[in-house]
């Protein structure tokens, strides 16, 4: 625990204007972003006496080493900057707030030659329109069902659009009138856009205007006597007013606003988001985040306001955002948000009427969330807090393992060694810490020295990243460092955070090995058990006798749980490896040569037969191979030997022209 006042900067030595500031901890990664009007007054709140700050915050100061800061000339610039570095950094301090579902959309795939409709979830693309989220992906395929009558637009994949080109020959939705069958030249590429475009506008709101047009064409062929035509304009008013039906009005005057609501306690916040677009609900979303740091229900609002608003623009910011709470102060936030959208966005509370009315259902949508998050969480956090107890009773550790690493070593035969490396932390899998390795060191199948290698390797790293601080002196113990890291950034590095218990898969010689390599690396500070699958034994180092919990122990299950996933990634990543070795051909065997290349040589030749006997001249003709190139395609595929003869197994003839 560090003492604020080691790195407290000097008076006089911080600006008294906009800004934005970085605390680092003593491995150098940014643990909490802030801003400021005034980076003098924020920075001296935090280095005021310790019992004066917030529980939270004396957390943050106490576990940083340093400060920094950046100048920036307005407010709005620190709220961009400020979000910029959030996402950059992702630090443990700052709330996060994170989706308790993945919200289907509508999406318009504008970007591609025939746009498509379809539902997606996920992060958003590039040159594709969005509308949403729904809370049911049913609920879209309904609607998009009721509105291709009228806007025929493309659904089907990229896949089978090429194979209707191919045949000549639509789908079933070109033959019952669903899609406008552009991939037989039915409609042109740019009429094909035209629907997708007016299908955008209808989906964005514009409902009115259009309805309108096809009631007047539909009383024009009326009058004209085209019966059939005006019948059919009928029932595709009725399609659309349908479909329309399907999303209440909730605002008269067809605004187009998102309303924010927030319910919150001392630990946690729940954000819901109503999206309302001519009037009508349009989508809905919902966040739930942990309150890391000390924030009231206005900061909780311009957090979610850089979350939903920072990666977009145009018109996905509308012209009204509705809160519960303003930021303090509001007018740089409101600024920023104009700036996104390109045009005056109203951030403000709703006061009476319809849309105070409206607020309040968020309101009770988002304190429902709440509570529906903390009873799914709260059996779930008692069962692992409990386990993690156990297993630090069992073991004799000072406190829970609140970051546990488990290895394992997989191979077929000797062959393909890897080893997997999973994480839990509180419990939880991080799959994002999650890490594989190749068997360097020797040849064969020897697990208690492949684990020895692994954690030598994996902790080699660690000691490097504490070595760059100062805090292991000039040189690491354990020997040099495998390969240098770049510089720091203030991101988190691949091995940087040390866990406090290391499981491996096995029994006293695994543990021993892994224990071993830690005591050559100086490493004293972290815990060893293994766990044997035969009786299921934890097995600690120096000890004749395995330590033996209950079978119903909750601590047992965690460490089955941690043993029985590294073996599944273990065990995916040798199969893989497996798998590209059973592909691996004589072109593999090149170098330089990559699969575009490759896939280049096979379409111009049509067989690897033919590529192995043609001539230099010749594969330099293919397109994006070069002369040297070609030379040593040719001399690779010379000295690979040929395959073995085909045979047609229903005669037992031997093919010898046969293609490969």
């Given amino acids: 625990m560090a003492d604020p006042s080691s790195y407290r900067p000097k008076p006089g030595q911080i600006p008294d204007s906009p800004g934005v500031y970085r605390f680092r901890d003593e491995h150098g990664r940014v643990i909490y972003v802030g801003k400021a009007k005034s980076l003098r007054q924020r920075l001296s709140s935090y280095f005021q006496d310790l019992a004066g700050l917030h529980p939270r915050t004396r ?27 959030i996402k950059e950094y992702d630090p443990r301090f700052n709330v996060k707030y994170r989706d308790d579902k993945s919200y289907p959309s509508l999406a318009v795939t504008l970007g591609e030659e025939f746009p498509r409709v379809q539902v997606m979830r996920g992060p958003k693309k590039k040159g594709v329109r969005y509308f949403g989220p729904y809370a049911h992906a049913w609920a879209i395929r309904e609607t998009v069902d009721l509105m291709l009558r009228v806007f025929p637009v493309r659904t089907c994949s990229a896949g089978v659009f090429k194979r209707s080109a191919q045949i000549g020959r639509p789908c079933l939705l070109g033959y019952i009138g669903k899609c406008s069958a552009p991939c037989v030249g039915r409609v042109s590429a740019e009429e094909h856009r035209e629907l997708a475009e007016e299908f955008c506008d209808f989906m964005a709101g514009r409902t009115g205007a259009y309805i309108r047009r096809l009631e007047q064409r539909m009383h024009d062929a009326a009058e004209e006597m085209e019966y059939e035509k005006a019948a059919r304009l009928r029932d595709d008013i009725e399609a659309l007013r349908r479909a329309m039906e399907k999303n209440a009005v909730v605002l008269a005057d067809a605004t187009d606003a998102d309303l924010i609501a927030v319910a919150e306690d001392e630990l946690e916040a729940a954000v819901q988001i109503f999206h309302v677009r001519g009037g009508r609900v349009r989508g809905q979303r919902g966040w739930v985040t942990d309150k890391v740091e000390a924030v009231d229900t206005a900061g909780l609002v311009e957090h979610a306001l850089q979350q939903l608003y920072g990666e977009e623009s145009g018109d996905a910011v509308p012209k009204e955002v509705l809160v519960p709470a303003l930021p303090a102060p509001a007018e740089p936030v409101a600024q920023w948000l104009a700036a996104r959208r390109g045009s005056r966005v109203d951030l403000r509370i709703p006061q009476r009427g319809d849309k105070k009315d409206l607020m309040a259902t968020v309101q009770r949508n988002a304190q429902q969330a709440l509570v529906l998050h903390k009873t799914k969480r709260a059996s779930d956090l008692t069962t692992r807090s409990r386990a993690l107890e156990e297993i630090s009773e069992a073991l004799g550790l000072d406190s829970a393992p609140l970051r546990v690493e488990c290895f394992d070593i997989s191979h077929l035969q000797g062959q393909d060694v890897v080893a997997s490396m999973v994480v839990f932390e509180d419990g939880l899998a991080r799959k994002s810490e999650y890490r594989r390795f190749q068997i360097k060191g020797f040849a064969g199948q020897d697990d208690v020295r492949s684990m020895h290698e692994v954690v030598s390797r994996r902790f080699r790293r660690y000691l490097q990243e504490k070595m760059k601080t100062g805090e292991w002196g000039e040189e690491a113990p354990g020997g040099e460092i495998e390969e240098p890291l770049p510089e720091d950034d203030g991101k988190p590095k691949r091995f940087a955070y040390p866990p406090q218990l290391v499981v491996v898969d096995g029994g006293k010689p695994q543990v021993m090995a892994a224990k071993r390599a830690l005591d050559e690396l100086g490493v004293t500070d972290v815990a060893v058990c293994g766990l044997a699958k035969r009786l299921e034994e934890v097995w600690l180092p120096d000890e004749d006798d395995p330590v033996v919990l209950p079978r119903t122990s909750e601590g047992l299950y965690f460490l089955q749980r941690v043993r029985d996933e590294a073996h599944r990634f273990a065990i995916s990543y040798q199969r893989s490896k497996r798998a590209k070795s059973f592909k691996a051909g004589p072109l593999d065997a090149v170098p ?22 043609a ?46």
């Fill in 615 to 660: 001539t230099v001249e010749q594969i330099c003709e293919t397109p994006g191979i070069g002369r040297k190139t070609a030379e040593t395609i040719a001399a690779a595929l010379a000295g690979a030997a040929p395959p073995a003869p085909a045979v047609n197994t229903a005669t037992g003839e031997i093919m010898d022209d046969a293609e490969e």
């Fill in 592 to 613: 330089g040569l990559g699969e575009t290349r490759k896939q280049a040589l096979l379409k111009h030749f049509g067989s690897l037969k033919r590529l192995r006997a």
């Fill in 59 to 85: 957390t943050m100061v106490t576990t940083a080493a340093s400060v920094e800061w950046t100048v920036v000339s307005t407010e709005v610039e620190a709220l961009q900057l400020e979000y910029s570095w």
